[in-house]
């Protein structure tokens, strides 16, 4: 596809049952970042992809969060035992270049917004 | 980290221009400037990005000060769906930090 894809675009989870959001970059994007937005707040970083290779990941809460990108294209964010602090819209952006090319803006997907009850 | 700062809400008339400003005193030699823009129920859109020069394209303008301290998103004529969030961002390391932006409001 033409842009980056997130599903499922709403999930809602019981607290303490585990659950994992899919992206799809751009075809052909070297990095991938996943964030984390809170309502009325600006995205957080939680992790970032330079082909297959999780480089980053200092933005992850606590280590019930997990991603993965094994074939260095689509990626999953998997949260264990959710709790409702994780409650937010989990954002996946995509970037042509590595991190060393600081000009290339990002592409995001519309998010999968969490809610656990 | 570098950081900006940025108003927290602006308003603007439909038709007109919108200025919106963003420092970032911190900014080093080789820190690109981006802004992004969020819609409502959407992701982050990018709108420009520059490092020195002054960049236009058909999305807006970015004025850039001549010591980078401080930096201007340009909209040439507000519209409604000019309404959303925009962020100011300086890229260093792995990522872009967002901070919380401004919220700009487009009246008719």
């Known amino acids: 596809g033409a842009g980056v894809s997130q599903s499922p675009r709403y999930k809602v989870a019981k607290r303490g049952q585990d659950v994992a959001l899919r992206c799809d970059p751009i075809?052909?994007?070297?990095?991938l970042f996943w964030y984390q937005q809170a309502l009325g707040q600006g995205p957080e970083f939680l992790t970032y992809?330079?082909?297959?290779?999780?480089?980053?990941k200092s933005g992850l809460p606590s280590d019930r969060f997990f991603a993965e990108r094994p074939e260095g294209s689509v990626s999953t964010l998997k949260i264990q035992r959710t709790q409702q602090e994780d409650s937010a819209v989990y954002l996946c952006?995509?970037?042509?270049?590595?991190?060393?090319?600081?000009?290339?803006?990002?592409?995001f997907g519309s998010g999968t917004r969490l809610t656990v009850v | 980290d570098a950081k900006t700062t940025q108003p927290n809400s602006m308003e603007s008339n439909e038709e007109e221009p919108v200025h919106l400003p963003c420092n970032h005193s911190t900014i080093s030699g080789t820190d690109y400037i981006h802004w992004y823009r969020q819609l409502p129920s959407q992701g982050p859109e990018y709108v420009i990005h520059g490092l020195t020069s002054n960049v236009n394209n058909r999305m807006a303008s970015l004025a850039i000060a001549e010591d980078r301290k401080s930096s201007t998103l340009i909209l040439h004529r507000a519209t409604l769906r000019d309404a959303a969030v925009y962020y100011c961002i300086l890229r260093v390391n792995n990522d872009m930090r967002f901070g919380a932006g401004t919220r700009l409001t487009v009246k008719p």
């Open positions: 952006a995509s970037s042509l270049g590595s991190i060393r090319t600081r000009a290339h803006g990002y592409t």
């Open positions: 992809f330079q082909n297959e290779a999780q480089l980053d």
């Open positions: 075809s052909g994007h070297v990095s």
